[in-house]
């Protein structure tokens, strides 16, 4: 079943509307200069530790020092670091040894070569989005191939194209932010009704895939 998470949360009332959503996934951006959802890392901890414990906290981070995102991983602040800078294999590495916490590594898809790259990460998950992340636009879904991993399928997904997301591409898991926002800010009815509409899906595939065994 595609799993959800809610990224670009940064205030007390963002923890609400999700911990009463319920996705799987709650994201935070920590430390981007010039992002108007980052939170520092006190803030991160605060925020993050309201979650329901069911609902696992992801990290992003732009180029950040290793040792900020093993220390929050290490800790138990966030259960996931997302990587969405230019961080490379060396990069990977190094917080390898610092950490044996799951990593996702963030990919912008614009040519069959982008794809190519993102196919040959070390991370333990794939996150295919358009540009740097908080766009708001969709790339080209047909660039995506076979992949023999979890991976995140972001990058302008909202009400009006997830049914298509999760019954066309079938990825193992979709992020969505700015689709989420009125005024710049998470609106808890977004959230409300995006999780209804994920639910409903997940019925239709569960349903879909029981009729497939019958048939067998």
């Known amino acids: 079943m595609t799993r959800i998470k809610i990224c670009g949360l940064a205030r007390p009332e963002d923890i609400e509307a999700v911990n009463e959503a319920g996705p799987d996934f709650a994201g935070f951006v920590v430390e981007v200069p010039g992002s108007r959802r980052s939170v520092s890392r006190e803030e991160l ?17 732009v180029d950040a020092p290793e040792e900020l995102v093993a220390g929050l ?4 602040t966030i259960a996931l670091a997302q990587l969405h800078g230019r961080e490379d ?3 990977i590495g190094r917080l390898r040894k610092l950490t044996d916490k799951p990593l996702i590594q963030a990919f912008s898809i614009k ?15 794939l996150l295919l989005d358009q540009g740097t992340g908080g766009t708001g636009q969709v790339f080209d879904w047909s660039l ?39 005024d710049g800010r998470k609106d808890p009815e977004k959230i409300r009704r995006v999780m209804e509409l994920m639910k409903k899906l997940r019925r239709e595939v569960k349903q879909e895939l029981k009729q497939r065994g019958a048939e067998q």
């Open 73 to 76: 991983l290490n800790e138990g």
């Open 144 to 182: 995506i191939r076979e992949i023999c991993r979890p991976w995140f399928l972001a990058g302008g997904i909202g009400e009006q194209n997830l049914r298509q997301a999760v019954l066309q591409i079938r990825p193992w898991a979709v992020d969505l932010s700015s689709s989420l926002e009125t």
């Open 111 to 125: 040519t069959e070569q982008d794809m190519e790259r993102a196919l040959r990460t070390t991370a333990d998950y």
């Open 89 to 91: 294999e060396a990069y």
């Open 45 to 61: 901890k605060i925020l993050a530790g309201g979650l329901r414990k069911e609902i696992k906290g992801v990290g992003v981070f």
